[in-house]
């Protein structure tokens, strides 16, 4: 379903490219058989803003407020091992589709790679899929919500295409970012401590990925 590359790109990083590919994005959401007026807001945002404040809401938005982060498992199992298989696990269906993720700097379970590969998949895995991941997805666009986040229309229409309603999500175990950032706060770079290459979560500079619609 090209809903869901669309708002894969729309919930990527902000960079250049994406705002040159505001006005097809347009033009494809008009001719989606869904309601997709709810996320034109966001992209009139995206393209009367100036890059460099689109990029500092964006990293304070998703990487700097935990419980906004765009990586499911988190929301789920916070840093317990658990976490892990589920990354085996969700890569297991990824190559099952063949989804090639060669040059793909980012966890598995980062969101906006999850919707690219849905919008690779057959309409009916799609929605299972979809409905499969709606309590976490609902979670995150619901704590957008309450902090008033342009970005929280995407999750409005992900919810609208779900054959099931989102159940309420208990809290996760304490995230190590919390601890880690109490004893050793940003790094030269701005970067909280735990989004560094080293530990397999990428700075928002190198989120960066093809821009194909």
């Known amino acids: 379903m090209e809903i869901f590359k669309i708002l894969s ?27 997709t007026a709810k996320v034109l807001p966001l992209c009139k945002h995206l393209s009367e803003t100036d890059l460099i404040s689109l990029q500092e809401d964006y990293v304070q938005t ?3 407020t935990p419980t906004q982060s765009l990586h499911l498992f988190e929301h789920i199992h916070g840093e317990d091992k ?4 589920a990354m085996v696990d969700l890569l297991e269906e990824y190559r099952s589709e063949n989804f090639d993720l060669a040059g793909v700097n980012e966890l598995p ?30 979670h995150i666009g619901k704590k957008l919500q309450a902090n008033h986040s342009i970005y929280a229309s995407i999750f409005t ?4 295409l779900s054959p099931t309603s989102p159940a309420p999500m208990n809290s996760p175990p304490v995230h190590d970012m919390d601890e880690a950032m109490e004893k050793f706060g940003y790094n030269p770079e701005g970067i909280e401590p735990l989004l560094t290459p080293n530990a397999c979560t990428l700075c928002p500079s190198q989120q960066k990925k093809p821009m194909e619609i």
């Open 157 to 160: 229409v992900l919810i609208s």
């Open 62 to 64: 998703f990487d700097r």
């Open 82 to 85: 658990m976490r892990g298989q």
């Open 9 to 35: 790109i729309l919930l990527c990083y902000p960079e250049q490219e994406l705002i040159d590919a505001l006005s097809t994005i347009k033009q494809k959401l008009q001719h989606i058989e869904i309601d």
């Open 109 to 138: 379970d980062y969101l906006p790679l999850f919707l690219e590969f849905l919008s690779l998949c057959e309409k009916q895995k799609a929605l299972e899929l979809l409905s499969a991941s709606i309590d976490v997805i609902h």
